[in-house]
């Protein structure tokens, strides 16, 4: 079946380690994003590519980097951890920006 | 930027209807999205519907949008326990020469027998 596929499911990394979140799909669309969830919050857009153009949202941190090698993949860096980015990272797809999009389970970082 | 609200929670009994609200402020998209997030799970499409249109059914769900209020609702007949889970309503909204989803917080609908 057509998928997004997250990895690992759960990560804990220590203060200012740094640490990859990977996001495959074979779903073969245009668009991935990369979104951060805290509890009770709606999930915040950190990047999105279209094709291989990068869209860094204004406000995400510097901390923060993305890399999309080829359709299929895409990373998540984090370079140096802080407790607050503690929360549940989603990738999702999607054919066209603004079209329904298909997540992936997510990834639940722990950070100590 | 762009927001869309909704209340939080939602507690109904096994067998009612459940009606789940939302309101946003891009009059400009061309449909509006229905996710659900069971817990520990990413986000799923529900369903959605197009901004030309003021209802839509699927099955035991009904989406009712009033564009003149950017109203958006979402109602669950025979609510089951298996409906447990966050509901977040999302629209396309215009930044930068992209359209980017935008979502409310969620709506925790909570079923009891």
């Known amino acids: 079946d057509a998928m997004v596929i997250q990895n690992p499911r759960y990560q804990v990394t220590q203060f200012g380690k740094p640490v990859t979140l990977s996001c495959s799909q074979t779903?073969?669309?245009?668009?991935m994003y990369w979104y951060q969830q805290k509890s009770s919050q709606a999930p915040k857009l950190l990047f999105h590519?279209?094709?291989?153009?990068?869209?860094n949202e204004a406000d995400t941190p510097d901390n923060f980097q993305s890399r999309r090698p080829n359709t299929s993949f895409c990373f998540l860096d984090i370079r140096s951890p802080g407790l607050g980015d503690a929360a549940m990272y989603l990738c999702?797809?999607?054919?066209?920006?603004?079209?329904?999009?298909?997540f992936g389970p997510g990834t639940r970082l722990t950070v100590t | 930027g762009e927001d869309v609200e909704q209340s939080l929670f939602l507690s109904v009994r096994e067998g009612d209807s459940s009606v789940i609200n939302c309101t946003y402020t891009?009059?400009?998209?061309?449909?509006l999205y229905w996710y659900k997030q069971e817990p520990g799970a990413g986000l799923q499409l529900l369903t959605y519907?197009?901004?030309?249109?003021d209802m839509k059914q699927d099955q035991r769900l009904t989406v009712l949008l009033n564009k003149k209020d950017k109203h958006l609702s979402l109602r669950i007949a025979d609510t089951q326990t298996g409906d447990s889970a966050i509901y977040f309503c999302?629209?396309?909204?215009?930044?930068?020469?992209?359209?980017?989803?935008?979502f409310g917080r969620g709506t925790s609908l909570i079923v009891h027998p």
């Open positions: 999302a629209e396309p909204s215009a930044s930068g020469g992209s359209y980017i989803p935008t």
């Open positions: 590519y279209y094709d291989k153009d990068f869209n």
């Open positions: 999702a797809t999607s054919t066209y920006q603004g079209n329904e999009q298909y």
């Open positions: 519907i197009f901004s030309n249109m």
């Open positions: 891009d009059s400009s998209s061309t449909y």
């Open positions: 779903l073969n669309h245009n668009v």
